[in-house]
């Protein structure tokens, strides 16, 4: 069965720490992998990484997608409590709309 | 360019009763996916429909339905509510890429 596994689940920093927060995946397909922060709404998408494209960066976020290892990392620097939220990793199989979510890792970055 | 919307965005109902939730895309995308997400289950893929054609589904009995309109407006029905469906309800429209926007959600509970 496909599945996507997000750590750590819980990380508590202080303003101007830097993260990583980490994905790894089994599934049948790969076509690309998204990363999603979620406050007390919907998700907003970060990232799409795929074969062609395994590292991006906007601003203090950057990310990288490791296909040998089948992982991906999300980095965060200079952290702010406006980073505090969940971060969802998905991974799409198919370019269908069929995202497979890991759990999410909880954020809270304290001033 | 506006995002997507969904309607409504609360909404109580009582077991047994159904429920019609709405959704409409950013303009241009033609795919449409749907997801629920709850505490324990975290997010989970429902179906997607491109150009008014289901072209994926996700583990859910036939309770759950959806169908997509000319115009690339969705719908999905929830019919026979239980107690268990009480979740958020996102809908995400999708570029040709496969970048997944979600929009508000729409939050049901079932009494």
């Known amino acids: 069965e496909d599945k996507v596994v997000q750590s750590p689940l819980s990380l508590v920093v202080h303003e101007g720490d830097t993260v990583t927060l980490n994905c790894s995946y089994e599934v049948t397909n790969f076509r690309s992998l998204l990363w999603y922060k979620q406050e007390k709404k919907a998700p907003t998408f970060l990232f799409m990484l795929?074969?062609?494209?395994i590292e991006k960066k906007s601003g203090r976020l950057s990310s990288i997608l490791d296909k040998k290892e089948l992982s991906s990392i999300l980095n965060i620097t200079a952290t702010q409590t406006g980073d505090s939220a969940i971060y969802l990793c998905?991974?799409?199989?198919?370019?269908?709309?069929?995202?497979?979510f890991g759990q999410g890792t909880t954020l809270q970055v304290k001033p | 360019k506006a995002g997507v919307t969904q309607t409504p965005r609360y909404l109580i109902k009582t077991r047994g009763q159904q429920v019609t939730l709405s959704c409409s895309p950013i303009s241009g995308h033609r795919s449409v996916s749907w997801y629920q997400q709850t505490p324990g289950q975290g997010l989970q893929f429902l179906f997607e429909y491109f150009s008014e054609t289901q072209r994926n589904k996700g583990n859910f009995p036939g309770r759950f339905s959806g169908r997509q309109f000319s115009n690339s407006r969705s719908e999905m029905n929830v019919s026979t509510l239980e107690l268990g469906d009480s979740a958020l309800y996102l809908c995400?429209?999708?570029?040709?890429?496969?970048?997944?926007?979600f929009g508000e959600g729409s939050r049901l509970t079932v009494l």
């Open positions: 995400a429209s999708s570029t040709l890429r496969g970048e997944l926007f």
């Open positions: 998905a991974v799409d199989p198919s370019n269908t709309g069929k995202l497979i």
């Open positions: 795929t074969s062609s494209g």
